[in-house]
Structures are given as C-alpha cells and as structure tokens.
T-cell receptor, first 117, second 111 residues
Framework: EAGVVQSPRYKIIEKKQPVAFWCNPISGHNTLYWYRQNLGQGPELLIRYENEEAVDDSQLPKDRFSAERLKGVDSTLKIQPAELGDSAVYLC???????????????FGEGSRLTVL | KNEVEQSPQNLTAQEGEFITINCSYSVGISALHWLQQHPGGGIVSLFMLSSGKKKHGRLIATINIQEKHSSLHITASHPRDSAVYICAAGKGDFGNEKLTFGTGTRLTIIP
C-alpha cells in the first residue's frame, strides 16, 4: 500500500515568488494535516482537514498561505508571496478518522523542503 | 517553557546499550505519541499511548499520566536506531487532532 505522497521533495525559490506543495494521503484516510518543521524544531500544525472541511486552520498565516482539499482526497498548500522565513520542511500527514478502527496513528509523507533565497 | 519537553537533546551511546529518552508535558492530553525521524526523511509513528506501557520489538514506551511523563526505551541498541526521536502530546477524541511536538532527541549509536 502506498504511503503519504508529497511533491516536490525540494524547492528553491526567490522571495516574493509563489510556491505550491501537493499531498496525496493514504487511501481511505479522511483526516489530512499540513505541518511545518523549522530546522531543529518539532513540527507545527498549519491546518487539519476532515474530508474536504478545514476544521483547524488557526495556525495558518492566512495573509500568504492557503490550502485546499476540494474532493476530500489530495491537498495543495500554497504560499504567495514567499518570504525568507518560510524556509522549512512542509510535512503532510493523514490518519483514519474512524471511531471503531482509528488507532490515532498519523502517517507522514517525506516532506517538501523549501528554501527561499 | 515549552508545553512538551524532551531530554536529553542529544544522546550518543555504544551499540548494545539500553537507551532511555524522556518526555514531560504540561498540557492535558488524550494520547502521547512517540515518533522517529531519520535525517532527510519523513516521520514514522512508533507508538501512541494514553496509559501504561506498549512494546514493539526492541522499543518500549511507558507513560505516567499523573506525573505527565513518558519514556521511550530501546533495548540492545543498534546503529540503525540512530535518528531523532520526537514525543508529541495529542488532543481530541482520537488523540491526534492537534499534536504539540517536542524538539526531539538526536540519538547516535556507535558500532
């Protein structure tokens, strides 16, 4: 079974440019998370989806960040315009939101490393 | 003060040694997660626990809810165990709705 797939793995852009990251969660996982991990730090939640609904976007910097999960499957995270401080690894994770089957385990993708010059 | 703190930050040990990584949290949780991150790689979930103890192979995780403390143990450590180990406090019905992560413990096992 395929895991959480993210692309691109690496992206280098100049500041003020836009960038987008894509995530395809594990099949059947209705909960999808975007996390940001700065160097030497633990991940921080940006947004959590239950199906196509963003149920927690309180930590998403909405002036420049946007995310969508239109059909409740794959998701895109966009930054426009990017700033130097946005350099980080952007991690996507998914979990199975089923009360009977859910073990609570999160499955992470390999991450997208962004460098803003 | 961080809501989730780990110790030590860095740990170097010889192959075969028994390893303990500690995690203390100051928030109410539904579950405590232990995760592993290899350099340049993604994050792998090792355990999610809300009470007692769990064991998987050479890995053991324990939690004391009253003391708000959890430990991750590795028996008979091996160089392939070298990675960053992260604990995270989980909230919500499933214990995974909002994770607050520690900054990680970098473990290096020397052959």
């Amino acid at each position: 079974e395929a895991g959480v797939v993210q692309s691109p793995r690496y992206k280098i852009i100049e500041k003020k440019q836009p960038v987008a990251f894509w995530c395809n969660p594990i099949s059947g996982h209705n909960t999808l998370y975007w996390y940001r991990q700065n160097l030497g730090q633990g991940p921080e939640l940006l947004i959590r989806y239950e199906n196509e609904e963003a149920v927690d976007d309180s930590q998403l910097p909405k002036d420049r960040f946007s995310a969508e999960r239109l059909k409740g499957v794959d998701s895109t995270l966009k930054i426009q315009p990017a700033e130097l401080g946005d350099s980080a690894v952007y991690l996507c994770a998914s979990s199975l939101g089923d009360r009977l089957l859910n073990t609570g385990e999160l499955f992470f993708g390999e991450g997208s490393r962004l460098t803003v010059l | 003060k961080n809501e989730v703190e780990q110790s030590p930050q860095n740990l170097t040990a010889q192959e075969g040694e028994f390893i303990t990584i500690n995690c203390s949290y100051s928030v109410g949780i539904s579950a405590l997660h232990w995760l592993q991150q290899h350099p340049g790689g993604g994050i792998v979930s090792l355990f999610m626990l809300s009470s007692g103890k769990k064991k998987h192979g050479r890995l053991i995780a324990t939690i004391n809810i009253q003391e708000k403390h959890s430990s991750l143990h590795i028996t008979a450590s091996h160089p392939r165990d070298s990675a960053v180990y992260i604990c995270a406090a989980g909230k919500g019905d499933f214990g995974n709705e909002k994770l607050t992560f520690g900054t990680g413990t970098r473990l290096t096992i020397i052959p």
